[in-house]
Structure formats: C-alpha cells, structure tokens
C-alpha cells in the first residue's frame, strides 16, 4: 500500500476546514484534482474516507485514523527538515521541549543553560503550550520532550515525576483577601484580576476552570511574567493567581500578600512526558537525567515553602 504526501496533507487541510474545496485550495491544487485523488485513495485503502453530504464532508473512522497517523507523519518529516539544515550548519543535535507556565518560567531557565553549557551542539526549541497539547503534541511526534502539569491523560506515553506545583492567590496586603487563611478560586471572581498573556498555559487553564464553573474572569490588565503581574498587585490594579514559587520569590522585595486556593486543581504534580525514552537520542535522554536530578535536589526546599 503505497502513501503519497500530497494526499496525506490534502486529507489533513480537508479534515481541517470540514471542506473539500478549502482543503483543496489550502493544498493549492485544484478541486477537480483533489477529488480524484482522495477517490484513488479510497480505492487502494478499500474503505470511504469522507462523508460526503450537502454541507461539506466529515471524516468517517478509518479517516479519522487516517488524518491522525497523517499529522503524525508530516510533522516527522517537518522535524526530519529542520534538523537536517541545522546539522548542515554544524549543529549535531536538535530538541523540542513544551512546557507549561510554571516549568518554563521557573524551573526551566537554569537548567536549560548548564545544558546548553556542557551542550554546545545542541539546539533547543522551547514552547509554552497547555498540558493536554503538550500530550498530543508528544504523542503526535511534534515534540520530544513534555512538561504537563495535573490531571491529564498519559497512558499512552512514558511518565516521569518532576516537581510539584502550587497555584495560589495573590493579593496587595492591603486587601481583604490577604487576612484569609485560604480561599475558594470562586470567592476571587468578583474581583478584577491580574492575567498572564492570553497564549501562556495558566491564562488558558484559567479560562477552562472560569467555563466550567460558567463565570467570567474579570481581566483589569495582560502582562507578560510573573514579576509584572506581581508589580501590579503591590499597585492595587488587581489580584492574580500565579505559581506559588514565582510569588514566594517576588513576595520577598514586594508588598503583596500570598493567599492558598482550597480548589483541588490548585495543587498539581508535573510530570516529564516522552514517547519512549530509550528511543530518545543521548543528548536528548541526558536533559531527561539532568531535569530530574535538578528537581530532586530542589524538592526539599520547596516541600518547606509549601508546608
């Protein structure tokens, strides 16, 4: 059974739009051409990869699995791409890494750079990215390595505890929150908060916990780091929830007041995701090695801030 790419990205754009003819454009052939190919398809398959109806197509379950192993492929190829032209340039090895907020603007940094230290031939490729995208992202081949953090769904992928991470509220301490002792994510609602920029993961978790309890978050200001949210807190713009060890650190040089959720999300386990680590390369499985001796070494202390 032969594959060819171009029908694996016409299938893919089409799944996309729900559309024949806009699949067809976004593979910048022509409608007619798309059509037959997709029916040869079908044909050297031996199964209907659409639903075809009036308002536009769907796909049917062996499209389904056909689009997704498709994704799979192209985005291998991507990365086969973007490796290749590094190596050209002398480069020996490249890396993907998605992370949550947290992860990326707390514990990452420092790892990263006596990596990249001892690593002079590597190249990383850091994204922020939401937990459940960072697990499909893995589990797609699009990236190498995941951070996620909570209660996310990982059978399929090989798991390796990180660190733990706290979410809590963070009030001037002049508010009347800050003479809580804990406080529910809900009771914050009424009031206007501080948000991280609408792309970051906690911005986006919050957003999917205000939807389930079907209340707004009342957005006063978007800024772009834990130390701005935190300068606008000691300013009375607002409150935020932010990670508790960015807001033990800024808490130390500013008058802002650290309250706990009584929320169960609030309390999450990070995990390192991977599709299978003895698959990963050397320098790849050596960053693996590296991210968890440095979370053992600080989970101590992090356990006493928590405590």
């Known amino acids: 059974m032969h594959f060819d790419l171009v029908d694996m990205r016409l299938m893919v754009h089409v799944a996309a739009a729900n559309s024949l003819t806009k699949g067809a454009e976004a593979s910048h052939i022509s409608l007619p051409a798309a059509s037959t190919r ?15 109806t009036s308002q536009g197509v769907t796909l049917t379950p062996p499209g389904q699995a056909f689009v997704h192993h498709a994704r799979t492929v192209l985005g291998q190829i991507e990365h086969l791409r973007g ?3 590094e190596y050209a340039k002398g480069v020996k090895g490249h890396l993907r890494v998605f992370a949550n907020t947290t992860a990326l603007g707390e514990f990452l940094p420092p790892v ?26 893995v589990t797609e081949g699009q990236t190498d390595i995941g951070i ?11 798991t390796i505890p990180y660190r733990r991470d706290r979410l809590v509220l963070v009030v001037p301490q002049a508010h009347a929150m800050a003479r809580e002792t804990r ?55 607002g409150l935020a929830i932010l990670p508790e060890s960015a807001a033990r ?7 802002i007041t650290i309250v706990p959720l009584s929320d169960a999300w609030a309390i999450r386990a990070m995990q390192i995701c991977v599709r299978n680590l003895d698959a990963l390369p050397t320098f790849a499985r050596e960053l ?20």
């Open 148 to 158: 996620v953090a909570g209660m996310e769904r990982t059978e399929n992928l090989q």
């Open 183 to 237: 406080v529910a994510f809900a009771d914050t609602l009424e009031h206007d908060h501080i948000g991280l920029h609408e792309s970051s993961a906690i911005h986006g978790f919050l957003r999917q916990v205000c939807d389930q309890l079907h209340r707004p978050l009342k957005l006063r200001i978007q800024v772009g780091n834990f130390e701005a949210a935190c300068r606008m807190i000691e300013a009375s713009v």
């Open 112 to 137: 990263l750079r006596s990596y990249l230290l001892s690593h002079p031939d590597v190249n990383i490729d850091l994204r922020e990215r939401l937990s459940h995208d960072i697990i499909r992202a």
């Open 38 to 52: 997709i029916k040869n398809l079908e044909e050297s398959i031996g199964t209907k990869l659409l639903y075809r």
């Open 83 to 85: 490796d290749l032209q």
């Open 249 to 255: 650190r800024h808490a130390l040089t500013m008058a």
């Open 288 to 307: 693996v090695d590296l991210l968890v001796a440095d979370a053992a070494a600080s989970e101590p202390s992090f356990s006493e801030a928590a405590g």
